[in-house]
């Protein structure tokens, strides 16, 4: 059984949050701005929405592309998606000495 | 859990860290997905320019894992550099490591082992660090 549901976008797991989806590589959300299609996966994969946000933001290393631009340059949260866009997300490759 | 690496890749990684010096060098090492085998490598821009933080650009990474994608590569090791302390993960570090499946290799240019360098790899996964052995083929 596919744990897709019928939704206007696509979205791109990356392998860490996939034990949230059954280790589907690709799931389908629906909404109008990334606020909602988020809300639409933390409903189908509960738990996923929290390791995207924080305090209601964007968590700081999560990045989340829409087509080929980071959404912080489109409104974060607040970006417009439209039917047949694709969002991809990517937690940040990032450490350091600090 | 061993990591088994081209002594060119690491002698790679190593030249690039000093040139980068003073701050953090980074990139990874893909290979074809499941295989476990470091066979590419491609240095990344440390886009915080920083001797204590490194962060791959958000564009470049997007290109990373698209390119993997059509390759059918994943990411077998992700690499920086420590420039002043010792090539063990940062809390920082582990607080990012996201790839699960990856080998996390830190190399130090800290002064105190100059020209000597450390050349370390571990795995993190859920907030644990084990450290591996290295083998240079």
């Given amino acids: 059984m596919s744990l897709n549901v019928a939704g206007n976008v696509e979205v791109r797991i990356p392998t860490i949050l996939r034990p949230y989806t059954k280790n589907e590589k690709v799931v389908s959300a629906s909404g109008s701005d990334l606020q909602s299609v988020i809300a639409s996966l933390e409903l189908n994969f509960p738990g996923l929405g929290e390791r995207l946000l924080e305090n209601g933001q964007l968590r700081r290393f999560i990045n989340v592309y829409i087509n080929d631009e980071d959404v912080r340059f489109m409104g974060a949260l607040e970006a417009p998606i439209k039917e047949g866009d694709s969002v991809t997300i990517l937690p940040a490759v990032a450490g350091g000495s600090m | ?137």
């Avoid at chain 2, 564009?59 to 010792?86: F, G, P």
């Fill in chain 2, 1 to 137: 859990m061993v990591l088994r690496i081209p002594q060119s890749f690491a002698d790679a990684i190593l030249e690039q860290s000093r040139q980068e010096y003073p701050d953090e060098c980074c990139g990874v090492i893909l290979g074809p997905i499941g295989s476990d085998q470091a066979l590419r490598h491609k240095p990344m821009i440390n886009s915080a320019h920083s001797p204590t933080f490194y962060e791959f650009d958000s564009k470049d990474l997007l290109a990373l894992y698209r390119e993997a994608d059509d390759n059918d590569e994943e990411i077998v090791v992700v690499y920086h550099s420590h420039t002043e302390t010792q090539a063990y993960p940062s809390r920082t570090d582990i607080s990012y490591a996201s790839e699960p499946n990856a080998h996390y290799v830190l190399v130090s240019t800290r002064k105190e082992i100059a020209p000597a360098t450390e050349f370390r790899s571990y795995r993190i996964v859920d907030g644990v660090v084990t450290e591996e052995d290295v083998v240079f083929l």
